[in-house]
């Protein structure tokens, strides 16, 4: 099995001064996650070999919509969820509970995560996703290839909803692997329904906005961080590893995983909101000032608007799909005039603040504590 390694009781964690060097948050990441992201991606590899067999039986056809759907999953990835899950558990059970009859429901939140990529990429009509081509421009590049009739960009599109709908069932099929209880095995699902419910109010919510930004407000960007990504980032993931462990839902730790994901959750939403305008596209796999060119109402650009002068926020509705890059940069650069970058920047160290006072209440594993301090910074002060 791929994920013979980490068959023993425990992870391995960061040494004392992980991360020292170039890239410090990028380094504790990494100590902390490395083996845990090694067994997920091991257990997603071996899940995914028998699905796509699967499929390949069904009609030759499958071939490529099964190897879209396998990459859309593989292809990179930081693995957030499983391994806030991962902290979360460990935080609970301590170091001597063995990982494999868990694993499953861990890898299971990256296929969900992976259905709600492919159908983010599908409503924002992004291109790239890590650097490689998304699911529906993939499709619609082998449409064209093999010379099918039809709209190449309509099929693309149609294929990669239903790329997201499979991993959103292979999701569900892989959490029913995890050897639980029955009576914890229907908790775990209560938490992790909550996060699918909670993702799609997110994710309507942020659509509504690109459609009504007239009518948005900085509140309700922050409302879109807090349910598209917070939730389903950290929050709930925690949440789903504190089930997974089997802690009482009024557990005192169950209130501090919620104070701390939700923190941490919407500090790491807002530094995508900086990655999205200013971020290097070599290091996030996505190019820089999408939302700039669309108006997206992130809580960086309402933030903007409002702090704006009346000359600055004319400016700022310049918002369109023809902008030239260096249009691209001018806008940048005045939204950093306006002063949302310093404000978001403190709403970060605020909300990184908030998450690690409530670690100090928590009753937790003190390896589990230590992970979940440096996790905070390395989710929230990344270049990807």
């Known amino acids: 099995m791929a994920n013979d390694a980490v068959a023993g009781d425990a992870l391995?964690?960061?040494?004392?001064?992980?991360?020292?060097?170039?890239?410090?948050?990028?380094?504790?990441?990494?100590?902390?996650?490395?083996?845990?992201?090694?067994?997920?991606?091991?257990?997603?590899?071996?899940?995914?070999?028998?699905?796509?067999?699967?499929?390949?039986?069904?009609?030759?056809?499958?071939?490529?919509?099964?190897?879209?759907?396998?990459?859309?999953?593989?292809?990179?990835?930081?693995?957030?969820?499983?391994?806030?899950?991962?902290?979360?558990?460990?935080?609970?059970?301590?170091?001597?509970?063995?990982?494999?009859?868990?694993?499953?429901?861990?890898?299971?939140?990256?296929?969900?995560?992976?259905?709600?990529?492919?159908h983010d990429d599908v409503m924002d009509a992004s291109d790239t996703r890590r650097g490689l081509p998304t699911a529906h421009r993939a499709a619609a590049a082998r449409h064209r290839a093999a010379g099918h009739t039809g709209d190449p960009e309509r099929y693309g599109e149609a294929v990669a909803v239903l790329i997201g709908d499979l991993c959103m069932v292979w999701a569900d099929r892989l959490l029913g692997q995890a050897a639980l209880p029955p009576a914890r095995m229907l908790e775990l699902r209560r938490c992790y329904d909550q996060m699918r419910v909670e993702t799609v109010a997110g994710q309507f919510l942020d659509v509504l906005g690109?459609?009504?930004?007239?009518?948005?407000?900085?509140?309700?960007?922050?409302?879109?961080?807090?349910?598209?990504?917070?939730?389903?980032?950290?929050?709930?993931?925690?949440?789903?590893?504190?089930?997974?462990?089997g802690v009482d839902p009024d557990a005192p730790t169950v209130a501090a995983y919620t104070r701390y994901g939700l923190a941490v959750g919407e500090a790491f939403q807002l530094c995508d909101d900086l990655l999205g305008v200013y971020g290097d596209p070599a290091t996030t796999g996505k190019p820089a000032g999408d939302d700039l060119r669309t108006g997206k109402p992130t809580a960086l650009l309402m933030l903007a608007r409002q702090l704006a002068t009346p000359a600055q926020r004319r400016a700022l509705t310049r918002a369109g799909a023809d902008l030239t890059e260096p249009e691209v940069a001018g806008l940048a650069e005045l939204v950093a005039d306006t002063g949302a970058v310093d404000r978001i920047d403190r709403m970060i160290d605020d909300r990184v603040a908030e998450a690690l006072a409530a670690l100090e209440s928590a009753s937790i594993d003190e390896t589990a504590r230590t992970a979940l301090t440096g996790l905070a910074a390395a989710a929230t002060r990344r270049r990807a």
């Open 210 to 245: 690109e459609h009504d930004a007239a009518n948005w407000s900085v509140d309700r960007a922050l409302r879109v961080v807090r349910y598209k990504t917070a939730s389903y980032t950290v929050q709930r993931p925690l949440l789903f590893g504190a089930c997974l462990a």
């Open 12 to 118: 391995r964690v960061a040494p004392a001064g992980a991360g020292d060097g170039d890239d410090p948050v990028g380094g504790v990441l990494a100590a902390f996650t490395h083996d845990l992201v090694t067994a997920v991606d091991g257990t997603l590899a071996d899940f995914l070999a028998t699905e796509i067999a699967a499929l390949h039986e069904i009609d030759a056809a499958m071939g490529g919509f099964a190897a879209t759907a396998r990459d859309c999953v593989l292809a990179g990835g930081k693995r957030v969820r499983p391994t806030f899950a991962y902290w979360g558990w460990r935080g609970v059970v301590g170091g001597d509970e063995p990982l494999p009859p868990v694993l499953p429901a861990l890898a299971a939140l990256e296929l969900l995560h992976t259905f709600a990529l492919v």
